[in-house]
């Protein structure tokens, strides 16, 4: 069973930086690729950022320059750390993780496989 576990989640003021973890089991990173997604009150899931599981990262343009996303094969653990934050980077972050084809590469919600519970991230200005 697969099972993805975000953590790392909180408050902060604008500029500053918080760093998210996603625990999986029953699934490897090492061969999969894996994404964050963030979900704004009212408005749609979206991705931000995903990577090949050679370890190509691949970011949306709104977290460019911001967010790194990097894993840990050995602690089979997804991170992404967050700098420069902004009042409108407030969302629900989560782990996404796929079937195996590696299309959460398409940084679309209905090419994920798997999902995370999710972690809250509040930016205020």
């Known amino acids: 069973q697969v099972q993805l576990v975000e953590s790392g989640g909180g408050s902060v003021q604008a500029g500053g930086s918080l760093r998210l973890s996603c625990a999986a089991s029953?699934?490897?990173?090492?061969?999969?690729?894996m994404g964050w997604f963030r979900q704004a009150p009212g408005k749609e899931r979206e991705g931000g950022s995903a990577?090949?599981?050679?370890?190509?990262?691949r970011y949306a343009d709104s977290v460019k320059g911001r967010f790194i996303i990097s894993k840990d094969n050995v602690k089979n653990t997804l991170y992404l750390q967050m700098n420069s934050l902004k009042p409108e980077d407030t969302a629900m972050y989560y782990c996404?993780?796929?079937?195996?084809?590696?299309?959460?590469?398409?940084?679309?919600?209905?090419?994920?496989?798997?999902w995370g519970w999710g972690t809250q991230v509040t930016v205020s200005s």
């Open positions: 996404a993780a796929d079937r195996g084809w590696c299309q959460v590469w398409s940084l679309r919600t209905a090419d994920v496989g798997y």
């Open positions: 990577l090949h599981f050679n370890g190509s990262p």
């Open positions: 029953g699934y490897s990173i090492s061969r999969n690729c």
